[in-house]
């Protein structure tokens, strides 16, 4: 599988944005996905992640303001992010697998 990030961008803080990850060549309804983030100053965090089931899980900070969801029919996986904060600033990343194996390029997202 290939997977390619975007809908990054510069919002202000309490904005919304909202990411998509298209994957290629398997279907995404065989594998686990994340999004993951890398904050300046800071290691990769995991966001969320869904599950071939639909199952969602997420990072306990973000809870109540970030979404996962995915359409297999569009092989695409979304995180809607709401009320963004200053914080949030990073680079967003999808991988697919548990344990995360295949990454895509990712996409900035900056909170000003």
């Known amino acids: 599988v290939q997977l390619v990030e975007s809908g990054g961008g510069s919002v202000q803080a309490g904005g919304s944005l909202k990411l998509t990850c298209l994957a290629s060549?398997?279907?995404?309804?065989?594998?686990?996905v994340g999004w993951f983030r890398q904050v300046p100053g800071k290691e990769r965090e995991g966001v969320a992640s869904?599950?071939?089931?639909?199952?969602?899980t997420y990072l306990d900070s973000l809870k109540g303001r970030f979404t996962i969801s995915k359409d297999n029919a569009k092989n695409t996986v979304y995180l809607q992010m709401n009320s963004l904060k200053f914080e949030d600033t990073g680079l967003y990343y999808c991988a697919a697998g548990d344990p995360a194996n295949v990454w895509g390029q990712g996409t900035q997202v900056t909170v000003s």
């Open positions: 869904i599950d071939m089931d639909g199952r969602t």
């Open positions: 060549g398997n279907p995404i309804r065989s594998h686990c």
